[in-house]
């Protein structure tokens, strides 16, 4: 009776709080400047308001062969050309923001409501976008590849169920979804044995693809597991954003109030849960069990990474990670100053919180796309994407010292100070300023040691040797790219490294 009477308190509060909160997210849309953090072109391709038609990638083949505008994907930074990332897959982005609205009904409103509520904001699909673009660079690489199209080509004919039927299987207890009535079943009555008759679909045999003629060539088609592949992704992105602003009382995420702010502690963190378990349904339809594994391990990280940062915060005396960095990629310290040990925990938190998601499900996404066991483009994949989502973090703990939170969309200005949390820019300055360390050690809770730390932060070259690691990934990332064959898709993949460490906010 007790959790009944809580649920019901909830959903009162969410009715109650609902009409303010949609009027304050569409004053703050009107208001704000919706600008993709990582392009300067195609804002609107972010916004999710298009009403471009999905995609036909029977289409995508003939557009990118065309010669009518070649200029079509590109944008000029100074006096080069560079191919857009976000204008070459604006349809997919498109329709995998408004598709995936579908796969997060629940019979509980208030809970498909803040499943829902960051999806309708402004975003980057980082995410996203990297494994729509590692698709495009290596499908038609693969020796599986003939196997996978052909698998595609099966269900687009009809012949093979497809992706987009109901997460909530009719022969198994449904989670009622209003979204899909027809295929769920309510509590309205006793669950009844459902008679299920036998399969209609007949047995589908693949042809034999012959190894000694397959030719490697980029095929400039995306695969309906890819688009999925690139919804979980950021269906799981955005539930590790729900359970982080519980965890740091976080009161704004996107430019507008986050999720405990909106609806409380309670269902933001159940809204998180209940897109994992979407998530985790929709992974499984995928059909490749590496993929499964690597996107399933991802969630291990990011669960990982938050213990990792907790013991920072609350025991730093357990924190013994054990890992070597590469040679050249931190400064030599000086006895006395930030012990290696420090920078490894730091970096290795880094990759578990935020770049495990990127490299593994672009390298996923690859795997989906015919790559065998042997073969290198996944590990092109994991590589560029490991890099370039640890400069991504980098930029991100850079721009906490210098931006507003109106223009980075969340809290800033020594957030991850006032959380405790020594980044890069305040693990540099502890290098040309010893007064650093004791605010570290203390996790800057005495009076005035936020101020202080971002006064000494600001005094140091540590927003700038930040800028400068991050930069180092991102070549990395860059570098690897050399394995691929030149095409549009590969082009913008080093376009993102790029603008990964340009960007403002």
């Known amino acids: 009776m007790r959790s009944f009477q809580s649920i019901r308190r909830l959903e009162v509060a969410v009715c109650k709080n609902r009409r303010q909160i949609h009027a304050f997210a569409s004053h703050a849309a009107v208001q704000r400047q919706v600008q993709p953090v990582l392009e300067p072109s195609t804002a609107s391709n972010l916004t999710g308001n298009s009403t471009s038609p999905p995609p036909d ?195 704004l995420r996107r430019g507008v109030p986050s999720g405990p702010a909106s609806f409380g502690n309670k269902l933001t963190v159940l809204g998180g849960d209940f897109l994992l378990g979407r998530a985790s349904a929709a992974l499984s339809r995928l059909g490749e069990s590496e993929v499964v594994e690597l996107v399933a391990s991802t969630i291990t990280n990011l669960v990982e990474g938050e213990v990792m940062q907790v013991r920072e915060v609350h025991m730093p005396e357990t924190l013994m990670s054990g890992d070597i960095i590469e040679p050249g990629l931190i400064t030599e310290q000086r006895p006395g100053r930030v012990s290696q040990e420090r920078w490894n925990v730091y970096l290795k938190k880094t990759y578990l919180k935020t770049a495990s998601l990127i490299a593994k499900t672009a390298r996923g996404a690859v795997v989906l796309g015919g790559t065998q066991e042997g073969e290198m483009w996944k590990e092109v994949a994991y590589a560029y994407g490991r890099n370039l989502g640890i400069a991504f973090q980098l930029i991100d703990d850079m ?85 691929l064959p030149d095409s549009e898709a590969k082009a913008a993949l080093h376009t993102m490294t790029e603008l990964v460490v340009r960007r403002r906010h």
């Open 57 to 251: 990638q029977s289409q995508r083949t003939n557009e990118c062969s065309s010669k009518q505008n070649p200029n079509k994907h590109t944008f000029a930074v100074g006096n080069t050309q560079t191919t857009d990332p976000f204008a070459l897959v604006a349809p997919e982005l498109d329709q995998l923001r408004n598709s995936m609205i579908t796969l997060m009904g629940s019979a509980h409103p208030g809970l498909t409501q803040v499943a829902e509520y960051y999806f309708k904001q402004p975003s980057k699909l980082l995410r996203p976008l990297l494994v729509l673009l590692f698709s495009l660079a290596t499908n038609g690489l693969g020796h599986g590849w003939r196997h996978k199209s052909w698998l595609a080509d099966c269900e687009a004919s009809g012949s093979k169920p497809g992706l987009d039927a109901p997460l909530s299987r009719p022969d198994v207890l449904n989670d009622w979804n209003p979204n899909i009535p027809e295929h769920t079943m309510s509590f309205s009555s006793v669950f009844d044995l459902i008679r299920m008759s036998p399969s209609s679909v007949s047995q589908l045999h693949a042809p034999l693809f012959s190894s000694t003629e397959f030719e490697p060539r980029v095929a400039n088609k995306l695969l309906p597991t890819q688009l999925r592949l690139a919804q979980i992704a950021e269906m799981i992105h955005v539930a590790s954003l729900l359970h982080d602003d519980v965890i740091d009382t976080s009161p």
């Open 399 to 483: 721009l906490d010292f210098s931006v507003s939170d109106a223009s980075f969309g969340k809290p800033s200005g020594g957030a991850d100070l006032r959380l405790g949390l020594a980044t890069a820019p305040a693990l540099y300055a502890w290098e040309e300023f010893e007064e650093m360390g004791p605010l570290i050690q203390r996790r800057f809770e005495g009076d005035g040691d936020v101020d202080l730390a971002r006064q000494i932060v600001s005094s140091s070259k540590g927003v700038a040797r930040t800028r400068e690691l991050a930069e180092t990934y991102a070549a990395k990332a860059r570098e690897v790219l050399a394995h």
